[in-house]
């Protein structure tokens, strides 16, 4: 077969500068492999996964302590980002996961803690209330508190990762389309809406658009609309970050999650699969609606009544979740050229930094030292 007409040639194409792909973008260029990055919206933007400024970042891992050692390898990645980077990046506040006695959201982090042996406490909520007067929660519920999460500065971790890419020499291209691809054993073709390029491997990290780029696993990636509300306090002084740490609640109502006020007006909330509306990502609404901002509002004043004045600002984006919530770090089942991070399913920010390493890892090297097992494609067969 005769070589494709191309208008240039790299090591590695990253289809989505997104968090994920932003990182990959970075670790690849950081071991000197010719990278290019495509997002077909800004760098960075809030079309995607990463907009709404914040995101939690949090040692105990409910959903598996299986996560934790992925998570403190992440810690470890976002400290040195940070150090390059002039904006503070990770903000250390805390971290707490409440809810009734039984919630999986209590249980499941307090066995992550004796797990792995992270420093915690265990606290009534009486006892999460009187420690941090921004919370209300009923005496009955309990909380893990674990004291160096917080949350990252999820737009500027992006920002830190492109400009980092950009200092070992990648392209990164926003704006640009990718439209189709094709790969056999001697490289891989990309065509956007602008150009084609060649490459030996191609990652993609496109988010809720992974599935319309890779047909073969779109089964097992739903898009999902999510909103994010925030709330101006009547007390400020109780959502100040260093009076507030960052929340997951699983209560009666739902499960919630918050940050305090940083950056923008308002205490932060946000619901996990808001409404359940799913779709592909153009079928999704992208303009909140009163509907929205109800949910919000009547889970924040019944535990955090002094966050809940007027609405300062209401944020869409978006999950994709697989069908079992954990992520999906692999190669293509068809194609050993093709790598995919996707399916981070509402947790995966936090990851970012060490996604990309892996994702790198599996680029060049077609492995990875990290514990990416449960994470494979195999799994839904």
Known sequence: MSAPMVD????????????????????????????????????????????????????????????????????????????????????????????????????????????????????????????????????????????????LHSEQCIVAHVEDAHAHGATVRARERVEAWDADESGVTVRTDRGEYAAETLVVAAGAWTGQLLPALADHLEPERQVLGWFQPQRPERFAPDEFPVFVADTPEGHYYGFPVYEVPGFKVGKFNHRGETGRPAELDDEPDREDERL??????????????????????????????DFLLDIHPDHGNVVVGAGFSGHGFKFASVVGEILADLALDGTTDQPVDPFGVGRFD
């Open 8 to 151: 240039e040639a790299y090591d590695v194409v990253v289809g989505g500068v997104g968090g994920m792909g932003s990182a990959t973008v970075s670790h690849l260029a950081r071991r000197g492999a010719d990278v290019l990055g495509i997002e077909r919206f800004d760098v960075p933007n809030a079309e995607g996964s990463s907009g709404g400024i914040t995101r939690i970042i949090r040692r105990p891992q409910y959903e598996d302590p299986a996560y934790v050692p992925l998570v403190e390898r992440s810690l470890s990645l976002w400290r040195d980002l940070d150090a390059t980077h002039d904006r503070d990046l990770f903000h250390q506040v805390g971290s707490v996961d409440f809810g009734t006695a039984d919630s999986g959201v209590f249980e499941g982090s307090r066995r992550s803690c004796q797990a792995h042996d992270i420093e915690h406490e265990v606290l009534t909520g009486d006892e999460l209330s009187a420690r941090f007067p921004g919370y209300d929660v009923p005496g009955e519920f309990r909380g893990v508190y674990q004291p160096d999460g917080g949350f």
């Open 296 to 325: 919000l509002r009547e889970f924040a004043s019944r535990y955090f009544p002094d966050g809940t004045g007027p609405t300062m600002r209401l944020s869409t984006c978006m999950f994709t979740n697989t069908p079992d919530e």
